[in-house]
């Protein structure tokens, strides 16, 4: 029997080379593969790597003889121009198997046109594999979603980073859970959601998004809730009441949160699992 619930399940994208951790990758590639050989296995989504340094990530998974390929997804440095080389190098390599591709529009004057750019690339060459299309909350990002559900992709928040600005609102992130699930479109979240619940960062003073919290804002969207009720559940600080309320989720309404949800990229497997486990919603197995 699994110890990660179905709500959890493959949630972390190993995101250990992004700030703030700036995992080395060799070492990263090493504490992904120790993650996977664990109990809390799946809890763990795929290694997140730029396009730059994926064939240094396949080298490394090399060196562990037997292991199997290394699944990663590859966040694409250079535009929808990077999208390609980057496909074609996976689909030829035996060491990793890019199960995705992360796309930030860059023209912010024109997102909807930038967006139409990267899905025309994605459809030339994606097969198997997820592209997630990274929109700001500025502009016409509602013109720029529509061109993403239109062509069947995903898309990606951005809930944080190193300046207090990376930080959307609960507001706007409550628009953005109901503007994609208008479309049905599924999206991931990146940086800044390190932890179940929200909370004030002590060393920095930034006002951090909890997982937990998206989890159930999703959720409460999927059963027709309304945007200030999405609120709520976002600026909630009270872990042991969102706790209760995510143990109180039947298994079909897990399994469709995250349908839609599909995980969040997190520089440390460790934080988020530390959480899980206090909050008592997984065993505490290593």
């Not at 590859?74 to 390609?84: N, Q, Y």
């Not at 016409?140 to 207090?164: N, Q, S």
């Not at 200030?228 to 897990?254: F, I, M, P």
Request: hydrophobic content about 45%; glycine content about 8%.
């Amino acid at each position: 029997m699994s110890t990660v619930p179905a709500l959890f399940r493959h949630l972390v994208d190993d995101a250990s080379m992004f700030p703030p951790g700036d995992l080395p990758l060799a070492e990263a590639v090493t504490a992904h593969r120790a993650h996977l050989r664990s109990a809390y296995a799946e809890l763990v989504g795929p290694l997140v790597c730029t396009d730059q340094d994926l064939m240094k990530v396949a080298e490394h998974a090399r060196a562990e003889s037997g292991a199997g390929a290394l699944r990663v997804s590859v966040v694409i440095s250079g535009g929808a121009g990077g999208i390609e080389p980057a496909v074609r190098w996976g689909d030829r390599s035996k060491d990793v198997e890019v199960t995705a591709v992360e796309v930030r529009l860059r023209d912010e004057d024109d997102l909807s046109r930038n967006a139409l750019r990267v899905v025309r690339v994605c459809d030339d060459c994606l097969d198997e594999e997820m592209a997630y299309v990274e929109l700001g909350l500025d502009g016409a990002w509602e013109r720029a979603l529509d061109v993403v559900a239109d062509a069947g992709y995903a898309a990606k928040l951005r809930t944080g980073g190193l300046d207090a600005a990376l930080f959307p609102s609960s507001d706007q992130v409550a628009s953005f859970i109901t503007a994609c699930l208008d479309r049905e479109v599924a999206f991931k979240c990146t940086a800044g959601l390190h932890n179940a619940v929200r909370h004030t960062a002590a060393g920095t003073g930034f006002e951090h998004h909890g997982f937990l919290n998206v989890l159930l804002a999703t959720r409460a969207s999927l059963d027709g809730g309304a945007h200030d009720e999405l609120v709520e559940l976002l600026d909630s600080r009270d872990g042991a009441k969102l706790a209760a309320r995510a143990r109180a989720l039947s298994n079909d309404q897990a399994t469709g949160t995250r349908r839609w949800f599909m995980s969040f990229g997190s520089c440390s497997i460790e934080e988020p699992r530390h959480d899980l486990v206090t909050l008592q919603l997984m065993e505490d197995a290593r």
